[in-house]
Every structure is written in structure tokens, then in C-alpha cells.
């Protein structure tokens, strides 16, 4: 048995346009904080978490696709978790499928950027990243 690299690809590309969707959002978050607009801001972190949501749920469709397969979850995980630096692909579809990761994986590091700026932001001392940082 084979995974279905289509519905891998769709699923994929979805997740992608989730999380070009929160980039974009969070692009909106910063000006609305910048501007003190806190009612502004609130409706797009109730947005945010829905595109998250849509991603998450993207992720978990993907790992159903290898429920009771041994073989198929085994090719899902090389295709979803393997190390980008050195994933080629043998097939055409496959090389798609790296490159929606790499390019989400782009967008994915640009919002965790932006996201601790505004947590540092918004929160000083008690941001998230400050406590990380203070603490490894």
C-alpha cells in the first residue's frame, strides 16, 4: 500500500493557506497594538486562533490518513517530519510536498519572530519569550 501523496499535497497546500492567512493577520495584530486598538486587536486574536484551528485540523487529517497502516503511517512520517535541509524526493509529488513545507516552514518562522515582538510588547518582563529565554 501506498499513501495518497494527492490528498497529502491538498492537505498540505490547505495548512499552507492557513498559515498565510494568520501571517497576514498577525501582520494586522502589529499596527492594531501599535495603534492601541484594543477592540480591533481582539477580533483578530479570535481570528488568529481560527486559522489555527484550520491548520491544526489540516495535521490532524494528514495523520488519520495512516490510521490502521503500519506502512502508510511510516510514509506519512518520512513525508510531514523529515528534516527539510536534506528531504529531496523521489517522485514528483513528493518534491511538491517538501516544497509546501519549506514554504510554510518560511512563513511559520516570520510569525514566531513577530510573535515574540508583540509579546515583548505587550507583556514586558512576563512574556513568554523573556521566561523561555531567562530559563534555558
Not at 15 to 30: K, S
Amino acid at each position: 500500500m501506498e499513501v495518497n501523496k494527492e490528498k497529502v499535497m491538498i492537505l498540505l497546500q490547505r495548512r499552507y493557506g492557513a498559515v498565510r492567512e494568520l501571517d497576514r493577520l498577525t501582520g494586522e495584530l502589529e499596527e492594531f497594538v501599535a495603534r492601541n486598538d484594543e477592540v480591533s486587536a481582539s477580533m483578530i486574536l479570535d481570528l488568529r486562533g481560527d486559522e489555527m484551528v484550520k491548520a491544526d485540523q489540516c495535521m490532524e487529517e494528514l495523520w488519520q490518513l495512516g490510521e490502521g497502516s503500519s506502512e502508510i503511517y511510516g510514509q506519512l512520517q518520512a513525508l510531514i517530519s523529515s528534516d527539510l535541509d536534506t528531504a529531496v524526493g523521489e517522485s514528483i509529488e513528493e518534491k511538491k510536498i517538501y516544497e509546501i513545507r519549506r514554504k510554510t516552514q518560511a512563513i511559520i518562522d516570520r510569525l514566531r519572530q513577530r510573535d515574540q515582538r508583540l509579546s515583548e510588547r505587550l507583556a514586558g518582563g512576563k512574556s513568554f519569550y523573556k521566561t523561555a529565554r531567562s530559563a534555558g
